[in-house]
């Protein structure tokens, strides 16, 4: 089956710094990936949608200057916490779209926890 | 905007036990839905998709309904196992192609 890797599976930065999470689609092609975020306890909320080769479109409330999406390659995405803050500790989710499924089913990453200190 | 409600929230039931999830959504005009299952601090494994034309989908002791109209999806467990516990995540997506969760059932099978 289709997967989608992330980078790293956990990270520790100290507040201020930037910290950047790399999603990969292993054996398919995808042309839009998603970033998702999970509290504790609660849903993915939908933060950003990534087209290769276009700029993202962030979701209502998510501060585009802060989280920074490049989506270069068809296998590749990555969001970039800048200047991360503790309220930015979460578990941040990719899923990328198989352009050859007949479904468009999303494939989800195995998530980063990030953890500002 | 898309709402999607799981209830319950969380779920304890013994070994054995047949149990049910519930998933509801605001609009029904959407793509397909498909549930999901979280283990503590990991991803998502797929269970389940449901396409809009499709009344239920069946994987071992899983099965998945879905009701457009009403708005409403179940997930059925046959013969719960303490491997079972997790949070199962329930998740529409649009004909946009947008994805919506629900907050989850997290389900504990008691040996």
């Known amino acids: 089956g289709a997967v989608v890797s992330q980078h790293p599976s956990w990270v520790i930065c100290k507040s201020g710094t930037s910290v950047k999470i790399e999603c990969r689609s292993l054996?398919?092609?995808?042309?839009?990936m998603f970033w998702y975020r999970q509290f504790p306890k609660q849903s993915l909320m939908l933060m950003a949608t990534?087209?290769?080769?276009?700029?993202?479109?962030?979701e209502q409330g998510v501060e585009k200057d802060k989280f920074l999406i490049n989506h270069a390659s068809l296998t590749l995405s990555t969001l970039t916490v800048t200047s991360a803050h503790p309220e930015d500790s979460s578990f941040y989710i990719c899923?990328?779209?198989?352009?050859?499924?007949?479904?468009?089913?999303?494939?989800f990453g195995p998530g980063t926890r990030l953890t500002v200190t | 905007k898309q709402e999607v409600t799981q209830i319950p929230a969380a779920l304890s039931v013994p070994e054995g036990e047949n149990l049910v999830l519930n998933c509801s959504f605001t609009?029904?005009?959407?793509?397909?839905l498909q549930w999901f299952r979280q283990d503590p601090g990991k991803g998502l494994t797929s269970l389940l998709l449901?396409?809009?034309?499709?009344r239920e989908q069946t994987s071992g002791r899983l099965n998945a309904s879905l009701d457009k109209s009403s708005g409403r999806s179940t997930l059925y467990i046959a013969a719960s196992q303490p491997g079972d516990s997790a949070t199962y995540l329930c998740?529409?997506?649009?004909?946009?192609?947008?994805?919506?969760f629900g907050a989850g059932t997290r389900l504990t099978v008691k040996p």
């Open positions: 899923s990328a779209r198989d352009l050859a499924g007949k479904s468009y089913e999303q494939y």
């Open positions: 054996d398919f092609q995808a042309t839009t």
């Open positions: 990534s087209n290769e080769g276009s700029k993202a479109t962030y």
């Open positions: 609009d029904s005009a959407i793509y397909n």
């Open positions: 449901i396409q809009s034309s499709q």
């Open positions: 998740a529409v997506r649009a004909p946009d192609n947008d994805m919506r």
